[in-house]
């Protein structure tokens, strides 16, 4: 394994029950003042917003409230929520929502204590280290990003049609509440799509180098055979309970940072999808849906060892009378044909995005990535593109 | 999965050079007075003192050497070292070494600042939650332990003939560096229990409820077969950093607390394993080995799924014309057969355990574990300890 150092700081509280039984508990310890952000207001149709308030009213806390945190939340709604957050002298964030929600709070906790300019030095450059942003909590209604246990934060910069985001550790959050019928109510097509999410997340560090004997490998393989499979039950039976709690424990596992360790990571079609996300405002899980295939079609005859261990280990793929070439090609079809089964789109016109969108310029903006087995060019980016138009 | 709570407050620092790279930064915030703690002396033989007393040197502050802490460590010598901190109002308790040194440390800090009875307060009965030991940092020389990821710390107690302990979070170290190298001139029978230590850490909590769909178990799976095949692979070249790399990493992630997320865990084997060291001060992986292939045929008919399950994705047994029955006990036997290949002794007097021992006495001592698929009763122990004698 190559060097590294790893730690993690959330502290996870997960299961049916959860944050009746520890949010009152777990607010206790920080100033009065806390900010609810939630996201367009699918917590109040769904009971988590009232059953959440009650709990916050037992404590004597002031709540201040800010919602409308949307998907893909831009770097305007950060600077909005940090004025909220200063002008109340708030004590802790309490984000309830998925990852556009999580991601936006944690954006929103150095907003609110950084006096320079928060995009130049937090999102364009690497960041200052010994910043540190204010508290965090977060209660997960939908599961995907792993945004729980980590510092990373997806922000858009509609100005600059740039979306992205580092880890910065000192922004994880200091508790992540975890319960996974919190997610019964979210709609197929989201729950899908974050279980993709979490599927990418994992497929983005398993093929990269180094490709030796390596635990990492191993961990990224056993959680992304537990995605496919809990997917499969959960999409027959949104309220299996042992489905979603496996999809909520695979989805904080695949970004806690274990899966990187002694590895350099790929995320190129990450990279690729945050720019599509950035001008056409996409759905993340499905736009990664759309590129994943086509995308590994290109570079998999260049990390050949490792798509055939995929096409094996992960897909059940037969080798017999195979080459290593077409043993490799046919796991990156099996991952295909799975995207199709869940119902996830496959083009780009599946996806809502036509001809009005300037497709060049979506290319143009994408950065080639150091992880990948080979750096695309602008070119090839180009192509990938227009391959999975129609 | 069942419900949980999970933290790892510990920061590891992992790769060739880190001591070199970071102890002196790391211990550079701690009062002036450190105490390094070591064991009977093979840290002096194979350079690491030497390195790390440069090291230290370098940092301007003062040391307190601690030394001789042995095998099983004892309470006698917590208590010693508990004395040593307090005279020297010792800031830091450096452990360098294997589990032992690592149990001995985590004991030291907490008896070095607690004014009752250790041993009644904390390793008899549940102890004290909030108690804050003094801090404690570790370099590891010998893995499979995992100590350097948890607050448990096994102790023996010679005058109760008892060995035991209970993870504490607030005993995980603060830092832990853990470079593969210096495990290189562990001997091999060492490195051989302490690997087979870490596969048991690992089946402890996989042959335990709930065995329905799981992360955790997947999890185990992957780290139970990467042990496995790069155990084979380091008796074959001890100097394979690879397979150093992941048999260290391996240790730390057996028992950090992520495989028993959501599990109930055994651990009855380690139970039984534990009262025989306090006995006879045998090998701790070494007994282990001894002692899991027979309590498995014990307990496989109760746990047939999870046993079958073990069978196939770990050691690849074919299902063809066998019974569940037959499939579950032929991934025992495979178990068996590893032990014997790497040279793990299969009885006790292979152990060097013989008639002196008094056996009905270990037995008697034996508490049996709520996490078993069947709890034992002291007449089962005592067919177990009969059946591996020769």
Same mark, same amino acid.
């Given at each position: ?51 959440? !308030?009650?709990?916050?009213?037992? &404590? ?13 939340? &831009? ?62 909590? +977060? ?13 990373? /934060? ?48 994992? !497929? ?10 390596? +635990? ?16 499969? +039950? ?7 309970? &042992? ?7 695979? /989805?904080? !596992? ?64 037969? +080798? ?15 991952? /295909? ?38 750096? !695309? ?14």
């Amino acid at each position: 394994m190559n060097n590294f150092i790893f730690e993690n700081t959330t502290k996870v509280y997960f299961g049916k029950g959860c944050v009746k039984e520890y949010l009152a508990c777990l607010i206790g310890k920080y100033e009065r003042n806390i900010m609810l952000c939630y996201g367009e207001g699918s917590i109040k149709k769904n009971g988590i917003y009232e059953e959440v !308030m009650e709990i916050l009213a037992s &404590t004597g806390k002031e709540i201040y409230e800010f919602s409308g945190i949307m998907p893909n939340p &831009t770097y305007r709604k950060v600077l909005e929520g940090a004025e909220v957050a200063r002008e109340n002298q708030i004590g802790l964030i309490l984000g309830v929502g998925g990852g556009s929600v999580m991601d936006c709070c944690k954006a929103i906790s150095i907003a609110a204590r950084y006096d320079g300019n928060v995009w130049e030095d937090f999102w364009e450059r690497p960041g200052i280290i010994d910043f540190e942003p204010l508290p965090l909590g +977060v209660i997960v209604t939908v599961s995907g990003t792993g945004s729980e246990c980590n510092g990373g /934060a997806v922000i858009t910069n509609e100005e600059k049609k740039v979306k992205g985001g580092r880890d910065y550790p000192q922004c994880n959050p200091e508790f992540a509440l975890l319960d996974p019928s919190y997610t019964y109510s979210v709609p197929k097509f989201q729950m899908v799509s974050g279980g993709f999410d979490t599927l990418s997340h994992i !497929m983005e560090t398993y093929f990269s180098e180094p490709d030796g004997d390596n +635990v990492s490998d191993d961990l990224a393989e056993a959680l992304m055979k537990n995605v496919i499979r809990n997917l499969r +039950v959960a999409i027959r039976n949104p309220e299996d309970y &042992t489905a979603r709690s496996n999809l909520m424990w695979d /989805a904080a !596992m695949a970004e806690n940072r274990l899966l990187k360790l002694g590895k350099r990571t790929d995320f190129q079609c990450h990279q690729m999808e945050h720019q599509l996300g950035a001008y056409t405002g996409c759905n993340h899980g499905a736009g990664l849906a759309v590129l994943h295939p086509v995308y590994y079609r290109h570079i998999y005859r260049d990390g050949l060892v490792k798509f055939k261990r995929f096409a094996i280990n992960v897909w059940g793929i037969s +080798v017999e009378g195979k080459s290593e070439e077409e043993i490799a090609r046919a796991g990156v079809e099996a991952l /295909a044909e799975f995207i199709r089964e869940i119902g996830l789109p496959v083009t780009l016109r599946e996806l809502g995005v036509d001809e009005s969108v300037d497709l060049r310029a979506v290319v143009d903006s994408c950065v080639s990535m150091q992880g990948s087995y080979r750096k !695309m060019t602008q070119d090839e980016i180009n192509k990938i593109f227009q391959e999975v138009q129609d």
